[in-house]
C-alpha cells in the first residue's frame, strides 16, 4: 500500500505598506549621496538605525548596508588592483555593477519585493 501524501506552499507574503516600501527604497537609493562625497554607508545606516520596528524596511536597510560594505571592499581590492594593471578593467566593473545593483534593488523595494543583492558579504546581520 502506498500513501501519497502532498504538500502545498504556504504564501507567507504580505502587502507592504506604502510608507515601508518608500523607506525601503530610500535605504537603496541613499548609497548614492556618496556623489557628493559622503561615504555610501551613511544612508542605509541613518535608515537602518532610524526604521528598526518596521521588518520590511530594516530587512532591506540591512541589506542595503551588508552590499555597500562589500562593494566598498571590492573598490578598495580592485583600486589597488591597478597597479597591477587589472584594475583598470575590474574597477569600472565594480563601479557600473554596483551603480546597477542599487537601481535595481530601489526598484524591487518600490514594489514591495524582499530583494537580496548578489555578490554580498552579510556583516551586518
Known sequence: MTTQTTTEAVSTTYEVPAESRKLAMLAHLSAFVSFVGIPSLVGPLVVWLLNREDPF?????????????????????????????VGL?????VLITWFVLVIVAAVRAANGENYR???TMKLVS
Open 57 to 85: 524596511v530594516e530587512q532591506q536597510a540591512k541589506d542595503a548596508l551588508n552590499f555597500n560594505i562589500s562593494f566598498l571592499i571590492y573598490g578598495i581590492v580592485a583600486a589597488i588592483s591597478i597597479i597591477l594593471l
Open 89 to 93: 578593467i575590474v574597477l569600472p566593473a
Open 117 to 119: 543583492y548578489p555578490l
